[in-house]
């Protein structure tokens, strides 16, 4: 089994930064792409950013320039800092990852449980 765990979620105001962090654990052989996902109230939940193995980057075109993943390939993990908060960045945040595990040729994917940013105007 394999357990995603993410921290660093809050409230902040307007113009503040935040930085999440997830920490992937378990029967993990390799991690392939790795990414961060946000559902607001009565939404569906969305991409924000992604990141590959090898560290090419996919950001959803409202969070561009503000929003900034990255990963260590060593640590299991990967972080999400956020600049320049807005109201509409108001989600819970959940990390994703694309996971092969020992002894399994096929790669799964798991969640975590989320973590919640409120921003306040």
């Known amino acids: 089994q394999v357990q995603l765990v993410e921290s660093g979620g809050g409230l902040v105001q307007t113009g503040g930064s935040l930085r999440l962090s997830c920490a992937a654990s378990g029967t993990i052989f390799s991690i392939n792409a790795m990414g961060w996902y946000r559902q607001a109230p009565g939404k569906q939940r969305e991409l924000v950013a992604a990141i590959t193995s090898g560290g090419s980057t996919n950001y959803a075109d409202s969070v561009k320039g503000r929003f900034s993943i990255s990963r260590d390939n060593a640590k299991n993990t990967v972080s999400l800092q956020i600049l320049s908060l807005k109201p509409e960045d108001t989600a819970v945040y959940y990390c994703?990852?694309?996971?092969?595990?020992?002894?399994?040729?096929?790669?799964?994917?798991?969640w975590g449980q989320g973590t919640q940013v409120t921003v306040s105007s």
């Open positions: 994703n990852a694309n996971v092969r595990e020992r002894g399994y040729v096929v790669s799964s994917e798991y």
